[in-house]
């Protein structure tokens, strides 16, 4: 680990595609963060074989172990000591973070969202983007606060949405706008905080 370097913890409950775009993004030796480690909710998902093949240490926080969101939390924020973490990144991490989790880390976790938030927060955006007609759909990457999805932004990035769009095809727009935005906006963060 470089001293003067971001240190991520990347939270992932399934394939990890941003976490990917992460990893990408930190071999280039300029730039600004690198990830400490990679934590997951759930055993065996794709993104913790993306970290391992990565050479990150993984840790697997499993929700169903834990009979209180209270002491599931306990175990992450315990597991999370063994590293130097400066940042967390929700990259699709599907739990909902308790006040107590987040004011752990005051103004230290982001989210990844796909939508243009303050529109559309929680589940199936585009399917109510395309019910409502709209003509733009996007991702926005914002700090996490108790709120869901109501925190600051940091970044957006928008797409058209076309006359032929399924919430599918929309999706897959957007997440390649994701996979750009989110190592942009923890290079912004990174400069910011050196």
């Not at 990408?24 to 909710?41: G, T």
């Not at 002491?71 to 991490?93: H, N, Q, R, T, V």
């Not at 308790?98 to 929680?122: A, Q, R, T, V």
């Amino acid at each position: 680990m470089s001293e003067n370097k971001l240190n991520l913890a990347v939270f992932i409950s399934g394939r990890g595609s941003n976490l990917q775009s992460l990893i990408d993004a930190c071999k280039d030796e300029n730039y600004p963060a690198q990830i400490a480690a990679v934590l997951s909710n759930k055993p065996d998902v794709q993104g913790l074989e993306r970290a391992k093949k990565a050479n990150i240490p993984t840790i697997t926080v499993s929700h169903k172990d834990y009979e209180t969101k209270q002491s599931f939390e306990g175990a992450m924020l315990e597991a999370l000591k063994d590293y130097p973490i400066d940042f967390i990144c929700l990259a699709g991490f599907m739990r909902i973070l308790s006040p107590h989790f987040i004011n752990h880390w005051p103004d230290k976790i982001i989210n990844i969202h796909p939508s243009l938030l303050p529109e559309y927060k929680g589940l199936n955006t585009h399917e109510r983007a395309l019910a409502d007609g709209k003509k733009e759909a996007g991702c926005t990457i914002h700090y996490v606060v108790p709120e869901m999805d109501s925190g600051p932004i940091v970044m957006q990035k928008k797409v058209p949405i076309l006359g032929d769009d399924t919430p599918k095809t929309l999706a897959e727009r957007v997440l390649e706008q994701e996979h750009i935005a989110y190592p942009e906006a923890v290079r912004l963060l990174a400069k910011a905080k050196s």
